[in-house]
């Protein structure tokens, strides 16, 4: 069996890959906040992690690999578009009005990652549908000492975990000294995060033992990872700017609820995307979505080979000299494999490049000849890079 090798975050080392089961090989990966479009930079993991699905599926078989996404469906940018559509004089509830926009941001998302030849996850869990299962969380964490209830609030107690930062890298005083944490009066510790908050009546809430509110968004990876993975499972994956805090505290509140687990055995963070050398940004005019590349014209297997093209674990420079550089690639590697029979299975270099850490780059580099390395990008194989 081809063995991966993949960078651990937790480890900061390239480590052989043992997954508890290889009967049933488990991924979560962050997914988006539905509010809008996804932009470029939001397409970065999921061609990344499309990739390791992939190459699991080869190499455990496709029936033996369970890959979880999620939704965040429970956000302060999801509920201002909301009471700004109210604000404009529909008539419909709040609720109403969200699930609309949550609805058609989804399907956009899909149409847009469809596009990018990016294979659905196994479960796309949505966090409106785990509300239930994050009280039960929460409510476990305050028993257990780890959370407080305060002024409708409720609060994780950062020093209460011992290996808070390790992730990271960072400990909590120096994460004190050198990070902005918002210092409220129902805090114990500028460090603590919230896990539940009041809403009023302009804001979508649930019915709670703190009262009617709405969780944190922490808390909502912890509780679904959980109902639909286990304690312990074997990858858990997101981009760079995820591991703190966002992934510092899933762990937190994770070992805290479940102490005799492990969590998330690997941790894999793909690096941030710039454009043409700056970070993207609507104040310099760089920002653009996967629509609107799409829409320009440009080939969704051209935008996934130009993002392969970078290791994922360095920052990706999306440029239009690449992607025309791109365009001019794919056009003459089919032409060299015009009415070739797609190969039943993928190649041995290619499945030898993906098992070293995904080795995207090596993959589509000059390592081969160029009609053995063109048959083998573009055959239409499972682990197709286009």
């Not at 993002?307 to 999306?318: I, R």
Request: glycine fraction near 8%; include cysteine; proline fraction near 5%.
């Amino acid at each position: 069996m081809t063995t991966i090798r993949l960078r651990n975050s937790k480890s900061r080392k390239v480590e052989e890959f043992h997954p508890i089961d290889p009967e049933n090989v488990q991924m979560y990966v962050c997914g988006p906040t539905v509010y809008d479009r996804a932009h470029l930079g939001n397409a970065r993991p999921v061609l990344v992690f499309d990739v390791l699905y992939r190459l699991l599926r080869h190499v455990y078989g496709e029936r033996h690999v369970t890959y979880v996404r999620n939704f965040t469906d429970v956000d302060d940018k999801i509920n201002a578009e909301a009471q700004r559509r109210k604000g404009l004089g529909d008539p419909r509830s709040l609720e109403a009005l969200i699930a609309e926009r949550t609805e058609e941001t989804i399907a956009w998302y899909h149409a847009d990652m469809d596009a990018l030849g990016a294979l659905r996850p196994d479960q796309e869990p949505r966090a409106t549908a785990f509300i239930g299962q994050m009280i039960a969380m929460i409510a476990d964490l305050i028993a257990k000492g780890h959370a407080y209830e305060k002024e409708g609030h409720v609060l994780f107690r950062v020093r209460s975990y011992q290996n808070y930062g390790a992730l990271s890298g960072r400990s909590v005083d120096d994460m004190i000294a050198g990070a902005r944490v918002e210092v409220a009066p129902f805090k114990e510790d500028p460090m603590d995060f919230v896990l539940w908050k009041p809403s009023d009546e302009d804001l979508p809430g649930w019915d709670s033992p703190w009262g009617r509110g709405r969780p944190g968004w922490h808390i909502e990876c912890s509780a679904m990872s959980y109902e639909l993975l286990g304690a312990s499972f074997d990858i858990h994956g997101g981009g760079i700017d995820l591991q703190f805090p966002h992934h510092e505290n899933e762990i937190a509140q994770s070992a805290c609820a479940h102490p005799e687990a492990g969590f998330a055995n690997y941790w894999v963070h793909n690096e941030m995307l710039q454009v043409e050398g700056k970070k993207m940004s609507k104040s310099l005019g760089n920002f653009f979505t996967v629509r609107d590349l799409l829409d320009q014209g440009v080939p969704g297997e051209v935008i996934r080979f130009v993002m392969l093209g970078t290791h994922y674990g360095k920052p990706m420079d999306w440029t239009e000299r690449k992607r025309e550089e791109a365009e001019t690639t794919l056009r003459k590697w089919r032409a060299l494999v015009d009415g070739a029979v797609p190969a039943a299975h993928p190649a041995a270099e290619l499945v030898e490049a993906l098992a070293d850490d995904l080795n995207t780059a090596g993959a589509i580099a000059d390592k081969f000849d160029k009609k053995s390395r063109a048959k083998m990008i573009v055959s239409g194989s499972s682990l197709s890079l286009t």
